[in-house]
């Protein structure tokens, strides 16, 4: 028997979130990563549920505290072995990049214009979920990191090539983003014209543990045959919890500015994101198609932990010797100066995911194909990525995965995630990238710029009621 | 045995399909053997196709600052062209032992006494009598005629330069007025007996020889002798007449035994009438005896007319003009130049009345002390002094043919070959004689005479018309390439390009060799150079363009270790003179900036360089 569990203030408030959301795609947004999108399709894994609000869990759970739930992933558009690593010419091995075999045009065209890297890391310190009443609640205490680092596409061009020119290296930046979030979640399922549809959302809030942003404004390197120069300037943000860089004001050495700091004992920082999700089914229940929006949020850095300020102009010459005195013309700056400014409380978006998903199931959904279009908005990019996937559920307690992710990858990369579920144990192991070409001596997948892996172990509840709202 | 639960089992069977699919994944899967990572070589090329650098810039290098940093401090600007020449200016003393001449002692021999015969005389020869007692009474008056002659025969000794002897003045060397002292020939008359009351002499007449000198003005130079009207003898040795004598001249220059002498040989001569009266009874004539006595104190000689033959070169020793400054600053090395000939000028105070003519020899030696071809300055003329006030004369030794006013011209064609090398210093030899033909006046003092000489070389610093220089540098960098194995450096076809600017008269061309410990060149580094500096030429205004050299750098293999081979850079520059009389001026100047090409770029090992 069916219940009615729609509720319409609900709803409302949903579509309210998500236009807000929408809206707050303007400021920058930062985010943290990290999805395990071969989990997407798997049922019974816990790790899911990050990826879609609305998504019901077979059984309620329990992660075992601190190593219950761990995701790590490394993201780029540049960052593949055989991009950096080549055979060499003279024998067995690999010679790097800067090799002189290495063709300067080869090797750049294998880059990008603006290159990033980013290491994420998501841990969930503790977690649990449950079915009460009409709804399937969750909680959850995690830890999230996110550091990224954008290197130019002229930086490799002057290490290969060192071609005379000016070059504008300014896209360089490294920006890392730490923070707690304290997760409370619900997830029910409501009838939009007779179709179930599952919903969920759920309230993060956010606790700013650190936040760090280097970037330079201007970096100008000219290579001539008078000079070869670099010019420098950037700014930084920085922001720690409990501490306080009040006292740190006007010019100083980079160096003291990371010495001397009080302790404040304020955690000053914290956000508010949501996670909104709808799931539902079509064709006889072989068409599962969901949309889960996450991360939709900010974080408001309060100043009283914060500081910021400008690198001043560093300039690095080198102008040949001086044949008088037969000493090099070099001139570099004794230390890096910086001018730390009145800091202002910033608050910066969120990286928000948008997952839409579609997967057809056969054989009672003993196969099921899924398809898994994730994208993220960044605030200096939007990524996308298409994940297909073939997902087996050879009997309730186990899931396997293997998928495919288009776009960044070519051929060769496949994901694979293990899900076994029974009613005493959670364990999920998953890969969203695993090379079927590897190098040789230490295996490091040749052909990957991403890979990730997620880990979880939990403790089982008890299955929703048979006759409760959730059944099918 | 273990039993499956039949829930396992059947999920077991199902997960078949998944498990074929993990194995065919796994089964695709390979290892790609081209990608070895227990081997990763760490052999970098920065650069491979090609890099750029500075590699230097000479700032502007003026002349003035050039030659300022040189230490060269005789480097003078000369403010009449504005034109730099080398100067080098001293002064030296020679000195000159006097000509002494000796004494001449008793020149003048002794008489014999005469008789004298008296008788009875004329009174009407006698006009003046005086008021003789008697007078009026017949005193008998007698008279006779005196007449005395001896013969000198005497030498005196002469330095052995005295060649002929014309005059010699001379003073009393007994007088404590020296030689401001004239000498006096005195001349008395002593009669052995006095039996008369008076007695006198007229008409006396003294004969000297002729070398005898007498600025007497009773003395008669033609007939060498005075003559005395009238002297009233009074007593034993009366004194007759006093001779001044000045000098003695025409003396014969002999050789004897004892070296050169002057002979003085001559007679003198006197005669004399005797009156005598107041003779006791009727004696109308008598034999007296009469004893003349000559004197003369010794002659002291204080200067000579004559011809000398002077020894010179034992006098007057080389001198040398010192370039120490100029070839401390060029280090030892070669440096032809091929500048326009130096001017030398000379000017020489002679105190002596001996004229000096001869030549004057200029050997110069290259910086390592070896001589090279000399040059010599002939027709030279120092002047004599006149009198005691010594003569200056001034040389003007060029390849001019006109002198400054005052000075002599020596010209010499090739002075210039004097200065084709720079020369580490110059010896000045003075090949002067006396002309023993030629008659000189010589003050003799008994002292010595001091030559004072002093000589300025001025060396402008400008080029013969097409001159070539030729200069020679050696860089000592035994310690530069020490450790450079350390770190496998590979560079080929390395490029050293050199922009440079110059506005010296002067087109230099550079060629470079790299040399092992013992001097020979390092076969496994060669390098080439193509291009030269451009030189200006003086007084066209335009700015001077740009000029390009490439010294290419060939090292075998690219492997920069075999730079640990060299032990020194010999660079050598050659070049030619821009325009006519082309010279260096402060504000001439050079400027470079060098530029570092690899053009295969330059391969480390990473590993290798970590490690160090």
Redesign the interface.
Known sequence: MEKDCNNTKSQKSVRRSLLLALAWLLIVPLGVRAQMKSAYFMEGSVQRLDMNAAFLPDRGYVNIPVVGNIGIGVNSNFLA??DF?Y??P???????F???SVD?ADFLNRLRQTNYATVSVRENLIGFGAYARRYFWSFGLNLRSETSLTIPKEFFEI??????GVYDLGDFGMESNNYLEFVFGAAFPVHILEKRVDVGARVKALVGAGYASVSMDGMNVQ??????RADMRGHFVGNVATMDFSKLRGPMKFSDLLNDRSFSGQLGSWGLAFDLGAATRFLDDRLKVSVGLNDLGFIAWNKKNAVQGEVNELTFS???????TQEA?YHSPDDVLVTVGDPTGVTRMLTATLNLGAEYNLLDE??GFGLLSQTQFSGDYTSSELTLS?N?R??K??T?T?SHSLIQNRLGV?G?ALNAHPSWINFFVGLDY???????????P?NMKSLNFYWGLAIPLARPQADSCFAR | MIRLSSSVAACCKRSAVFMLAVLSVGATSCVNEAYDLNHINLKMTLGADGVTLPLGKLETQTVRKLLGDSGVDTLKLDTDDGYYAYRVEDSFTETIESVTVEPVERLLPDFDPAIVHLEVGDVADLPDLPDLPGVGEVTPVLQGDASFAATIDDTFALPDEVVALTYARVYDASSPQGETSVPEIVVRMTFDQMPFETCRFEQIRISLPPFLVSDSESYDEATHSIEVDRVDYVGPSTEIVRIPVVGIRDIPVEEDATGKVGHLTGDVEMTARVWVEGIDGEVREMDLTLQPEVSLPPLGVSQVTGRVDLDLQRYLEPTTIDFDDLSEALDGEKLELNLVAPQIEIRVVNPIGIAMTGAIRLQPYDLAGAPLDPVVVSGVRIAAAEGVEPRTTKLYITDQTEAPSGYELCHVADLSDLVREVPSRIDVSFELDTDPDEEHHIAVSGERYDLDMDYLVRLPLAFRDGATIDYTMTEDVSDSFDEIDKYELVAEDILIRIAARSTLPLTLGLTADFLAADGTPVEDVVAEVTGEIKGHEAGIPDEPGESQLAVSLQIADGNLSHLQQVDRIRLRFQGTAVGAGAALSPEQYLEAKMTLVLQQGITFDLDELLSE
């Not at chain 1, 080198?318 to 008088?324: S, W």
């Open positions: 072995v055989k690593l055979p060499d003279d024998g067995s091995g690999v010679v790097t800067m090799h002189g300067a290490a290969k090539r060192l071609q005379p290579l001539n045959e008078d000079e070869w080198f102008r040949g010797y001086d044949l008088d013309i003993a196969i073939a087996f050879p009997c307690w186990f396997g293997l496949l694979l695993i090379g079927l070409n590897y190098a040789k001596g230490v295996p490091v040749i």
